[in-house]
């Protein structure tokens, strides 16, 4: 018994520990459980945290600045109103320029359709600086060579404004390029065929796709290689905008955390237009090429808009690798990735058997050079830059900056259209080589320059002689120095007598200066307006030396040369060096009726957000008299007519310009600046070793100030005569207002104010009446 009761003892003692075990089981677990529980709440916390984080980024990013865009430079933002003349040839060379695609029915933006009377034009949007303004479709209907009637969609307007030409993108220093395009502004098929190669579930997920990462996978394993992707488009617009291309599993959790932040925050359609902007398909040296818009260019020349299903096909290619697909370096593979694409695009019914086949037929249609081709407009642009710098110090740090100008793209075809042609001719006729010319054109109401050139060679971005030739510029000086004397009224009028004879004036080292008529003739007394008509220059020095040098170095500056003038007779005669540009600003205020205004290319600096910059706003300010104005006008109207370059009167016939030729010592060079009613154009021609080549201002300058302005159209001069002016009698020898009684008269334009009449004449006018009239007292 007591063997048993001590067995028994034993087992109820090793059966003790076996009753516990399950409780401390239950309690490993529940740790477990507990700390497996703060640790998933911990790591929901923290993914939160991070979610926020990422959201953030994501959201400073996508409704800030997404992209460092280029400054973009365009021209004039042109408006059309009826009665204006206009040339629709000249408008559609400008479309076309622009990237629009002429076609016989409009149907979609960036197009327009032409006939005799009539342009149809679907405007892109665009943003002129307050908020884009949609695309609309607007019709000009010309008659006669003007504007009759204007239509915005079905109704009839009072005016349309025209996008204006893209000049140039100024790369911002991290060496991204892009054109932006709105999701309206690409081709649907070019839209399809992205989501059917790079995502066909884009419309129906939230981010990420498993179906998309399984399919991925099995094409992948069937290949033994990769030849798919799992990501989304909505991942890969996160791979480019926000993360580097490191492959890894972390990277990989950030990608697919952000594209559910983007799907959540943002709409599809802004997704997409991102993505498009945003890809990359290329490299143009140290620029890396992103976005369709820009890529289009960059392989093709074209826009958006203007790419066909080849095309298309090709740019979506190359997002699967750049480097492997580029066109220029390996054709064979380019060519048949771009070939799959269109088979899918024929398979899924985005084109048409026949255009299927054409385009697989095709060869690659890229440019012959990968480089992007320069701005056409070098010369110009120069001058843009100048005076960017001045308003904006930092431009090259901003991003998706709009510069707009005053450029006229026709204006410019034909000033560079106009040098070429006539610089030609010139050299044939007169056996000279290497001529060089400048040329600009100013809006005289406003200042902006319309045109430049700074040379025979188009597209030439290196010495702007419109800009940096500072030459002699002759006669071109003398409106100046009479100017002085008309604001001088109650000594000076268009009949004062002034000396031609021969002088000799001493420096002030004591050499002796002999001035000359070109001609080499003195006429003893001319009238003072004859002296600037005819150009003369004896006279010309007498009544400078008269007036006094300071008086005409003022009126010179007064005009708007802002350089300091070495006051000497020689400067009389144009001993001065300005470049083109210079001499333009000073014969604008004489053009523009005595009111000066800067010359200037920018109009107004508005940033990405359509906050103005900058604006050109300083008003017309008055420089001298009206009647001096008038008068001064009116003499170098006469200069076309009777003057120096009278043979205007046959080059430009029955037309109303002014203008005055300038020739250097030695006929080294040729200067004519000329205006009608709307255009002041100065014009250069000369060597750039500084060698006479046998022109003066009427044969060289004149001859391209003409040609420039036949093609362009002539807008009459009508100038009103101010009240304070009346024409007046006056006697040619001695200069006084006389009355009709007296002979040798002329009759001129004075100022009535200063007119004192003179009652004795020098010679009397012969009496002509017969003796029967005389008889009967007629």
Not at 132 to 148: F, H, K, M, W, Y
Not at 392 to 405: A, G, H
Not at 690 to 713: I, R, W
């Amino acid at each position: 018994m007591a063997k048993k009761k001590a067995a028994s003892s034993k087992r109820n003692h090793k059966s003790k520990p076996q009753q516990k075990a399950p409780a401390r089981s239950r309690s490993w677990l529940s740790w477990l459980f507990f700390t497996g529980l703060k640790l998933t709440l911990v790591a929901i916390l923290a993914l939160a945290g991070y979610a926020i984080y990422l959201d953030g980024k994501v959201r400073r990013t996508f409704e800030g600045q997404k992209w460092q865009v280029p400054v973009q430079v365009y021209g004039q933002v042109e408006t059309l109103q009826p009665g204006e003349p206009l040339d629709l040839s000249g408008l559609a060379a400008s479309l076309t320029y622009n990237g629009y695609q002429k076609v016989t029915r409009v149907s979609r933006p960036g197009q327009f359709a032409l006939s005799k009377k009539r342009i149809i034009i679907f405007r892109r949007a665009f943003d002129f600086g307050a908020g884009i303004e949609p695309a609309a479709e607007l019709t000009v209907d010309v008659n006669q060579g003007r504007i009759s009637q204007l239509y915005q969609g079905s109704s009839q307007v009072s005016q349309l404004v025209l996008e204006p030409v893209l000049l140039d993108r100024i790369v911002p220093e991290n060496k991204e390029d892009r054109v932006l395009v709105g999701l309206e502004n690409i081709p649907e098929a070019l839209l399809d065929t992205l989501l059917l190669v790079e995502d066909r579930d884009f419309y129906f997920h939230a981010g990420v796709s498993p179906l998309g990462i399984l399919r991925a996978l099995v094409q992948n394993i069937r290949a033994g290689r990769t030849v798919q992707g799992g990501s989304t488009l909505t991942q890969q617009l996160v791979k480019n905008m926000f993360l580097t291309r490191q492959k890894t599993l972390w990277r990989k959790l950030n990608e697919a955390l952000m594209a559910l932040i983007l799907e959540y925050r943002y709409s599809k359609d802004q997704l997409l237009e991102a993505y498009v902007n945003e890809v990359y398909l290329g490299q143009h040296y140290a620029n890396g090429i992103y976005g369709f818009g820009l890529a289009a260019k960059f392989y093709f020349g074209k826009s958006v808009a203007q790419l066909d299903a080849g095309e298309m096909a090709l740019l979506i290619g190359q997002i699967k690798g750049p480097s492997y697909y580029d066109p220029w370096r390996y054709p064979e593979r380019a060519k048949k990735r771009r070939d799959l694409i269109l088979r899918l695009m024929f398979e899924h019914h985005l084109v048409s058997q026949q255009a299927f086949e054409a385009a697989v037929n095709d060869p690659l249609s890229v440019r012959k050079s990968r480089r992007l081709a320069k701005q056409k407009y070098p010369a110009y642009l120069q001058q843009v830059k100048r005076e960017l710098s001045q308003h904006l110090e930092n431009y090259r740090e901003l991003s998706d900056i709009k510069v707009f100008t005053g450029f006229s793209h026709r204006s410019q075809t034909l000033l560079e259209q106009t040098i070429a042609k006539r610089l030609t001719a010139l050299e044939q006729d007169t056996g000279e080589q290497e001529l060089q010319a400048a040329m600009l054109v100013t809006d005289i109401a406003s200042g902006e320059i319309r045109a430049l050139s700074g040379g025979r060679k188009s597209n030439y971005s290196g010495f702007n002689r419109a800009l940096n030739a500072r030459r002699p510029v002759g006669s071109l000086i003398k409106p100046a120095v009479y100017l002085a004397a008309l604001e001088r009224y109650e000594e000076y009028n268009f009949a004062t007598v002034l000396d031609d004879k021969a002088i000799a004036l001493a420096s002030d080292s004591g050499k002796e200066w002999r001035p000359k008529n070109y001609d080499g003739k003195y006429r003893q007394q001319v009238s003072l307006i004859d002296s600037l008509v005819l150009s003369l220059n004896i006279p010309t020095v007498n009544l400078g030396m008269s007036l006094g040098l300071d008086a005409v170095a003022d009126a010179v500056h007064l005009l708007g040369y802002d350089r300091d003038i070495t006051t000497r007779p020689s400067m009389l005669l144009g001993s001065i060096n300005m470049s083109p540009l210079e001499i333009n600003q000073l014969y604008l205020p004489i053009a523009a009726g005595g009111a000066y205004q800067q010359t200037h290319t920018i109009t107004r600096i508005v940033s990405g957000q359509g906050e103005t910059l900058w604006q050109f706003d300083r008003p017309a300010e008055p420089r001298m008299s009206e009647n001096a104005a008038y008068l001064l006008d009116y003499a170098l109207e006469q200069v076309t007519q009777r003057g120096t370059a009278r043979s205007l009167s046959w080059r430009l016939k029955d037309k109303q310009v002014a203008g005055k030729t300038g020739t250097t010592n030695d006929l080294r060079d040729s200067w004519f600046i000329g205006y009608d009613a709307h255009h002041l154009v100065t014009t250069w021609v000369g060597r750039d070793d500084n060698k006479p080549m046998g022109l003066t201002g009427s044969s060289g300058a004149l001859v391209l100030f003409a040609d420039f302005l036949k093609h362009q159209g002539v807008a009459d001069k009508q100038a009103v005569m101010p009240e304070g002016i009346a024409m007046i009698l006056f006697e040619r020898q001695s200069g006084n207002a006389v009355t009709e009684e007296c002979d040798n008269t002329e009759l001129y334009p004075a100022i009535i104010l200063a007119i004192r009449v003179n009652e004795n004449c020098l010679q009397k006018r012969p009496d002509t009446r017969s003796w029967l009239e005389l008889l009967l007292g007629n």
